[in-house]
């Protein structure tokens, strides 16, 4: 496949027609598909796939989770909540995937992207709370919406939304945002 992309760069570069490469029906539309493919490609090409981003160390302690005063406990949204604690702990999302939903989301995501690998890509890069304490959880429908506030000494507080199903696992949750680079 680079060979034919190689090739095609080389053919269009030099301005050879296209019918010597490849024989095409019309030209014009197979240089216009060549230079999209091209174009799309040309980093991975010749840069190759981008290493993962290194794993950070783990921190020292797990956030402290409880709930606020008044509050009803739900013993799953604590369950969960505490697996995500120690999951944040040492950046590593693994142990929280068979508590995801088949139905999560991640608001904005492109939909040729799977929601669990950027919950994972996700747990590897943030910097976990040093308390989270959960100030609400509210029936609607089938789903629980638990709202809560990550706290750390050297951070605002943080008011984070997640939403479970009925079994305890996680429909959605706004503690991360997508953000698109281009170039």
Known sequence: MKLLILTL???????????????????TLYRQIAGAVILADLKSFFHGTPPPAPKLPPDAKAATVSFAPGTTPDKQILDFMLAFAEAARVHDGASLKSRLSDKYIVEDMPSEHAAADFFMQAMARITGPEEIVINSVEPQGDVRVAKMEFRSANRPVKLRIFKFDAAGKLLSADFFRLERHEG
């Open 9 to 27: 760069v080389l053919a269009v570069s030099v301005g050879l027609p296209v019918a010597t490469v490849s024989a095409a029906p019309d030209p």
